[in-house]
């Protein structure tokens, strides 16, 4: 039996509304994060390390001029004095140019070295993995390059162009160069006094580079627990993906292998993702399938059955028939035979029918139409070829369109069966009322008679395929007891219904046909 329509539209609402918790979202959440939080930390460490070398520029240049102040005006002994003193205590080196770019003092030629720039080829394995990462950061981050810091073997100040710009300029200037082993050199030069003499420190900002890398590491660290937990939640999801696909995977495979009768799939009804859509849907298909095969095998037993009495009729009238020499009787044979053979063909064309409406309203393409124009077209052509056998059909309907969608065709076999129905059950010269309404968002077309009526326990019953309950005046065999359930069919595949109601009038029966309002 087909879906009901309010089943069907929750089906309809259930597989097209947007799921609570889409998969795609959480796949792609859970694999995006770590990647995110790398790309962050990246641009926070660019960021972090270009704020510490501008502190660093700042206090590069306050302390070249607070020393060129300092070595203004100063004998050669303070000056070289103070030269050590500050490049001591302040890690630097402490270079001063004359007005002719000679050097001349050096603060580490004056006393030992306060710092020396690390070694990176007797450096330890971190060391260099430390240098390898910083070369990726800057890659990945785009950070431009600084030149390579050396000593020159020109000792004049020609060789340091911010010297010379100082020079040039009157004003301090700051240059960024990297030592052999990756860590910021910053230098600053700096006039001193009025006569043209100029001032050049040098400092190797390890301090830089080791807070980057300390920060770094804890970026890392963070990474590494984020992709551990996405590594964690990515296998979770994917066991609540896989498992619930192989069990409805297997359940199709038992399925198709004919044991449909065993399985059972599960409806996963507390899931709103799309696996629990996945599998309400393949739990209705397999259910509309063993319906499908149920009414397929229903229908077979009930063609073979509804064939073979007139069949058996036919056969015992054609053996009969050569055996008898009286007119009267062969003509009765004869009569019974033709009966027989109206009957089969009416069966015959009936089922085949009844077999083929599905298929073919599945790829019919609807259109607008009035619904109480066409009942009235489809009454007015009845009483035309007098098929109402004097029974009188009235129609009720509203002042307004009643516009439905469907198949004009289709919809005028419904009329057909249910006028056919109403004047087989209503008395000779009795009334057949045809009420056409609007009641919400339907149309209704209720077919009232003055027959015998519809007993409460048969109501659904007289829908079955070949349901044989016809009046005792009826000839037998004059209808092949499809017209209802064809009707049915049709009124259901247009997403309405048709059922029997309680008669207006309390007498008789009243079928009522009930399609969305276009």
């Given at each position: 039996m087909a879906d009901s329509p309010g089943e069907q539209g929750w089906r309809r609402r259930l597989l097209?509304?947007?799921?609570?918790?889409?998969?795609?979202?959480?796949?792609?959440?859970?694999?995006l994060l770590p990647l995110l939080l790398l790309a962050g930390s990246l641009l926070f460490l660019d960021s972090y390390r270009r704020q510490l070398l501008d502190e660093r520029f700042k206090l590069a240049r306050i302390e070249a001029q607070i020393t060129a102040e300092a070595l203004a005006g100063a004998s050669r002994a303070r000056q070289n004095?103070?030269?050590?003193?500050?490049?001591?205590?302040?890690?630097?080196?402490?270079?001063?140019?004359?007005?002719?770019?000679?050097?001349?003092?050096?603060?580490?030629?004056?006393?030992p070295p306060s710092f020396t720039f690390g070694d990176p080829v007797a450096a330890p394995w971190p060391q260099d993995f430390a240098r390898w990462l910083d070369r990726v950061v800057d890659f990945v981050v785009g950070s431009p390059s600084a030149p390579d810091y050396f000593e020159p073997a020109d000792l004049s100040a020609n060789a340091w162009p911010e010297v010379l710009r100082t020079r040039d300029q009157g004003l301090t200037q700051i240059e960024l160069r990297v030592a052999p082993d990756r860590t910021p050199v910053i230098t600053a030069a700096a006039p001193v006094g009025l006569h043209g003499a100029s001032l050049l420190t040098t400092r190797n900002a390890t301090d830089v580079t080791q807070a980057v890398r300390d920060a770094r590491t804890s970026m890392l660290a963070v990474f590494a627990v984020a992709m551990t937990l996405s590594i964690i939640l990515s296998l979770y999801l994917a066991r609540t993906i896989i498992d619930p696909l192989r069990r409805l995977g297997r359940a199709a495979v038992r399925v198709r292998a004919g044991r449909e009768r065993e399985v059972e799939v599960p409806r996963m009804a507390e899931r709103r993702d799309e696996i629990g859509v996945l599998a309400r849907a393949v739990s209705d298909m397999t259910n509309a399938l063993r319906q499908r095969i149920d009414s397929v095998e229903m229908f077979a037993a009930d063609v073979a059955h509804e064939i073979k009495n007139p069949l058996a009729s036919l056969r015992s009238a054609l053996e009969f028939l050569p055996r008898v020499d009286d007119p009267d009787l062969r003509a009765q044979l004869m009569d019974v035979?033709?009966?027989?053979?109206?009957?089969?063909?009416r069966l015959v064309t009936e089922i085949a029918e009844a077999s083929r409406i599905d298929a073919e309203l599945s790829r019919a393409t609807f259109e607008v139409l009035d619904l109480g124009t066409l009942v009235e077209?489809?009454?007015?052509?009845?009483?035309?070829?007098?098929?109402?056998?004097?029974?009188?059909?009235?129609?009720?309907?509203?002042?307004?369109?009643?516009?439905?969608?469907?198949?004009?065709?289709?919809?005028?076999?419904?009329?057909?069966?249910?006028?056919?129905?109403?004047?087989?059950?209503?008395?000779?010269?009795?009334?057949?009322?045809?009420?056409?309404?609007?009641?919400?968002?339907?149309?209704?077309?209720?077919?009232?008679?003055?027959?015998?009526?519809?007993?409460?326990h048969l109501r659904e019953k007289v829908f079955?395929?070949?349901?044989?309950?016809?009046?005792?005046?009826?000839?037998?065999?004059?209808?092949?007891?499809?017209?209802?359930?064809?009707?049915?069919?049709?009124?259901?595949?247009?997403?309405?219904?048709l059922t029997v109601e309680d008669p207006p009038t309390g007498e008789g029966a009243c079928l009522v046909l009930a399609l969305p309002a276009a």
């Open positions: 097209t509304r947007p799921p609570g918790s889409s998969l795609t979202t959480r796949i792609l959440a859970l694999n004095a103070l030269l050590i003193q500050i490049g001591k205590e302040q890690r630097m080196r402490l270079r001063i140019y004359d007005a002719n770019g000679q050097l001349q003092a050096d603060s580490f030629a004056l006393a035979a033709t009966h027989d053979v109206r009957r089969i063909d077209n489809v009454a007015r052509a009845r009483a035309n070829r007098a098929q109402d056998a004097g029974r009188e059909v009235v129609i009720e309907r509203d002042s307004r369109a009643l516009l439905i969608s469907g198949v004009p065709i289709r919809l005028e076999r419904v009329i057909e069966n249910l006028l056919d129905n109403a004047v087989s059950f209503s008395p000779p010269g009795g009334r057949i009322t045809v009420s056409l309404t609007h009641d919400g968002d339907q149309v209704r077309a209720a077919i009232s008679d003055q027959g015998p009526g519809i007993p409460e079955d395929r070949f349901h044989s309950e016809r009046p005792v005046a009826e000839d037998f065999g004059n209808h092949s007891g499809l017209g209802l359930a064809i009707a049915r069919t049709i009124a259901e595949a247009h997403f309405g219904t």
